[in-house]
Structures are given as structure tokens and as C-alpha cells.
């Protein structure tokens, strides 16, 4: 009798039936296997149960019919779509307040982490939201629903990791397709598309996407999507994704964008006019380098429902501990994102200065000594990030001709994001020294990846971009990527000014004589001690 609103029960199992039933939440749209049914069952519940048009009714489906086309049913509850959202609220607000599970009894503050495989239904013909945790969880649910709002789409997917994600977006193709991906692109994508995808009678080109009359020459009647990274990894470059949307849009073509180097902070393609937007939820949503996970992105309701079957249909969707943890890290992924450009941005000015350095790749500054851009931009750009007073103005730094991106890209930059991120990419001119460097540092980490709270290096050629033959790269061989985190400033600045310092000494190889001379002296007794 400790729970008052809990009728009374002649046996002990029904009330734990009556119990265990009255948590389950309230939906009111069918889920893949069943439609949704009131929390109220007759087999379980004394009380009556809701009547037509009052709120909580909904009406039963019986399970199997021949009414609905069983692989045409959504394989989660209804979740608001975010697609029309006019409402501007601040990312810090957005998700430090999302409320994960507003129609549970308990009402927690933090999401359950529904660890489980199946989930019992009420009776053998009325059905429960959820079934099983390959077509839908509670806690994914609440993961896509806020990577949905935050990115303005009519639905969100969470993948079992980036490259899950990327592999099915491909499989909305079919044989005979074309696919047009920018040259310049992660190297598990290009491997996927070289290796997997051409052996499955899809034709993949690799174009300049930064070129967009040049590329509309090649979008032929079997082109069925265009892939590209905005910024790109890791050179940097620009594409400009509202001009490409549209050019897209002209000939039928989808358009998906990996938009990992932005994170939803910085840039949503979908009001770009982009059709697919990609993250792998492993950097920037999660933050932390401890899950692996992917997300795709649609504000189209015909689309998300081919992406949704999909994931079902191929298992690739995220475990509800993995969803958790993402959950946790977004809550600080502003924070995170607003004090890694911080950083970032005097890490750039740094390496400007660095007589090392011959090359900068960047997507928050641009090359000054090129033709001015139409105007400056830096007043709009990083938007509520990078305003303190000790933020650096590129315009206005030397060695600015050293940055790579062109007053262009700069401006097609600055229209479609809110700053430059913090992964950036340089050039020393000489594989060793690039060894040098990564060998000298201390508090980056040689690790492949970007995008968490402790700061990375790596030479893609010999780490994130190793699987793309050697032939086939565009990158220099001697490039080094940095991933700036969340440490003071100032610890980082010191340990690259010590790597290049250390890094500008170089080896020498003993003279030939010295060599025959130590050999000579070896068993010399008190000679070989004093050397």
C-alpha cells in the first residue's frame, strides 16, 4: 500500500503486473513490429481503461495483419521532427537542458540506460513502443531526438560507429549508380568507397568539390549522390555547400555531408539545403575517446524512413550505454568546442611563426597577401564562440602567407559556419622533421582521431590516411594534424615551441675514423670506462 495510486490486488503478481506496466511511456504512432498501444490492458489493470479522444487513448493493432506492409513501419516511437523549428535558443541552453524522458513516471534527470535485448509486451496481440533493441531503444531514442533538434532534421540515427554510418548512405544506392565524393576525404571513406563499394557495381569519382562549375560537367543521369567534407580532412578545403545543394537539387542528385570537422556547434548543412548530414559521433558529440559511434542526419520523412530501415535491417544501430555516453559528453560539447577554437586559434599564430613550418591549414583564417576577400567577415564569424578579450584577429597576424585558404573560401566559409573548428594541419617540407616534431612533443598525444578534450598529432599519411595507397593520395607526405583540446593554452603553446626547437637539430651520423676508433677501444678497460 505504499504506492497510493495502485489499486488493490487480490495476488501478489498483479500487482507487480500493474506496477511494472504503469512505467511504460506513453506514445501515440506505431513502431516497427506493432503499433503503439495505452499503457492500460485489461488483462493487467482493474481500473477502466482511457476512453476514444480522451489523451491517453490509442487505438490497438492487432499484430500480425494485412493491413500495413510490415518493413514499411517506423522502428521507433513518433519523435517531434525538428525540420521547421524556427526557434533560436543557444546550444549551451539546448543541450545542458534537454529533457530525455519527459513521460516517465519517475521523471529522471539523467536518461536510463535501457540495458536490454527484448522488451515483454502486454499481451500476445497488443504491443508495447519498443520490441527489441536492434529496431529501438528508449536511450537511443533520446540520443537522436536531441542530435535531431539540435540539428534542425525530421530525424536523427545513431550508428554502432562513423563508418556504419557512412557505409549506409552508400547502400541507398544501387548497382549501376554514380557516386561523386571530394578528393580530398577521410581515409576509411575512401577505402570503403575504392574497396567495398566498386566491387558492388557503383562508380565512384573523386573531384575537386571546391570547384562546383567544374563539377557540375561530371553529374551525368545514373549520378545518384554527391559526398563531401566541409572542411576536409585534413587539408582544409571549402566547399561550398548551399551552391552545391542547389546544384544537386537541378539534377536529382542527393547530397550528404560529413560534417565531423564542424560538429553541430559550428555548421548545419540541413538548412543549407543538404539532404544526408553525417558526424561521426566518436569526435566532437561524445568528446571524451572512450565509445565509438555515428550519426546521420535528414530533414526529409521519406528519407529517414529508407535510413531507418536500413540501420534495422542491417544491425548497425548504437548499444544504450554507448547512447549514454554521448548523452553525457553533449552536454558539454559547447563548452568543449567554444574553448578548442580558443585554443586552436593561438596555436595557428604559433605555427605562422615557426621557421619549420612552411604550410598552414586552417578554416578559421585566411591567406592576407592573396586578393582581398569581398569584405571582411570576421566580425559575424564565431558567432557567441571566440569572443573573450584575448581572441586573436587573423587579419592582422604575420605570416599570414603561409595560410592556405584563399579570401574565397574564406567568405563561402564564413556564410555556412560559425568558425573554424580546432583541427588544423601544417607542412614542414621534410618527412623527418615531421617525425622530429611528433617524437619531441609531450602533451599531445600520437594518436589517430580528432575532436576530444585532450589535444592529438598524427601524420595522416602514416596513421588516419595509411589505407589510401600511396599512388592515390593527394596529401604531402610530411603533413602533421593537430586536434586541439580543452588544456591551458599556454602548456600547449610551450610544448610545441620546444618540439620545433628540438625538431630544427639535426642528428649527426659519428665520422666513419670515430667508429673504427670505438671499436677498437672496446675491452680497453680504463679507456672504455672514461668514454
Known amino acids: 500500500r505504499r504506492y497510493q495510486n495502485v489499486p488493490f490486488h487480490s495476488h501478489p503478481s498483479e500487482a507487480f503486473m500493474d506496477l511494472q506496466w504503469r512505467h511504460i511511456p506513453i506514445t501515440r504512432q506505431r513502431s516497427r513490429s506493432v503499433d503503439s498501444v495505452s499503457t492500460t490492458s485489461s488483462r493487467f489493470f482493474d481500473r477502466p481503461a482511457p476512453s476514444p479522444g480522451s489523451p491517453d487513448y490509442v487505438t490497438p493493432h492487432k499484430y500480425p495483419t494485412t493491413d500495413h506492409d510490415y518493413d514499411q513501419l517506423p522502428t521507433f516511437p513518433a519523435r517531434p521532427d525538428y525540420s521547421k523549428d524556427g526557434k533560436s535558443i543557444s546550444p549551451h541552453t539546448l543541450l545542458a537542458g534537454f529533457d530525455p524522458c519527459p513521460t516517465d513516471a ?28 536492434r529496431s529501438g531503444n528508449p536511450t537511443r531514442t533520446a540520443l537522436e531526438t536531441l542530435i535531431g533538434k539540435i540539428e534542425g532534421a525530421y530525424a536523427a540515427f545513431a550508428f554502432s560507429s562513423g563508418m556504419s554510418a557512412l557505409m549506409t548512405i552508400c547502400h541507398l544506392l544501387k548497382q549501376g ?41 561530371f553529374i551525368g543521369a545514373t549520378t545518384a549522390l554527391v559526398h563531401v567534407e566541409s572542411p576536409s580532412n585534413p587539408l582544409m578545403r571549402i566547399t561550398d555547400l548551399q551552391g552545391l545543394s542547389q546544384i544537386c537539387k537541378k539534377y536529382g542528385t542527393l547530397l550528404s555531408v560529413d560534417s565531423t570537422m564542424m560538429s553541430p556547434i559550428l555548421c548545419n548543412p540541413l538548412k543549407l539545403g543538404v539532404d544526408i548530414v553525417m558526424h561521426s559521433a566518436t569526435k566532437f558529440l561524445n568528446g571524451h575517446s572512450d565509445v565509438m559511434a555515428g550519426v546521420l542526419c535528414t530533414a526529409q520523412k521519406e528519407l529517414a524512413k529508407r535510413l531507418a530501415f536500413l540501420q534495422n535491417a542491417e544491425g548497425t544501430a548504437l548499444a544504450p550505454y554507448d547512447c549514454w555516453l554521448i548523452l553525457r559528453g553533449m552536454k558539454t560539447m559547447a563548452l568543449r568546442v567554444e574553448k578548442q577554437q580558443e585554443n586552436a586559434m593561438k596555436v595557428v599564430n604559433l605555427l605562422k611563426k615557426q ?33 573573450s578579450s584575448d581572441r586573436l584577429d587573423s587579419m592582422t597576424m604575420e605570416g599570414n602567407h603561409k595560410l592556405s585558404m584563399t579570401p574565397q573560401a574564406w567568405d563561402i ?10 583541427v588544423i594541419s601544417f607542412e614542414t617540407g621534410d618527412i623527418k622533421v615531421s617525425q622530429r616534431i611528433l617524437d619531441a612533443v609531450r602533451m599531445f598525444k600520437i594518436t589517430v582521431s580528432f575532436g576530444s578534450v585532450n589535444s592529438l598529432i598524427e601524420m595522416p599519411c602514416l596513421l588516419s590516411h595509411a589505407s589510401i595507397p600511396a599512388e ?24 610545441l615551441t620546444r618540439a620545433f626547437k628540438l625538431a630544427a637539430i639535426k642528428p649527426e651520423e659519428p665520422p666513419a675514423d670515430d667508429v673504427n676508433s670505438d671499436k677498437a677501444s672496446v675491452g680497453s678497460g680504463a679507456e672504455d670506462e672514461q668514454k
Do not use: W
Not at 566559409?413 to 580546432?422: F, I
Not at 588544456?487 to 610544448?495: A, I, M, V
Open 177 to 217: 549508380d554514380e557516386m561523386i565524393a571530394c578528393s580530398d576525404l577521410y581515409g576509411g571513406m575512401h577505402r570503403l568507397l575504392t574497396q567495398v563499394c566498386s566491387r558492388q557495381g557503383i562508380t565512384v569519382k573523386f573531384l575537386d568539390t571546391t570547384n562546383l562549375k567544374k563539377l557540375e560537367e
Open 355 to 387: 621557421p619549420l613550418v612552411t604550410k598552414v591549414h586552417y578554416a578559421g583564417q585566411y591567406n592576407t597577401t592573396l586578393k582581398s576577400a569581398t569584405k571582411a567577415p570576421s566580425a559575424g564569424f564565431h558567432k557567441r564562440l571566440n569572443n
Open 106 to 133: 519517475n521523471h529522471p534527470a539523467s536518461m536510463p540506460i535501457y540495458q536490454t535485448s527484448t522488451f515483454v509486451q502486454p499481451s500476445v496481440s497488443e504491443f508495447g513502443p519498443y520490441d527489441y533493441t
Open 472 to 495: 592515390k593520395r593527394t596529401l604531402p607526405a610530411d603533413l602533421i594534424r593537430l586536434s586541439i583540446g580543452i588544456e591551458y593554452s599556454g602548456d600547449l603553446l610551450d610544448d
Open 413 to 422: 566559409h564564413c556564410k555556412q559556419a560559425r568558425g573554424g573548428g580546432s
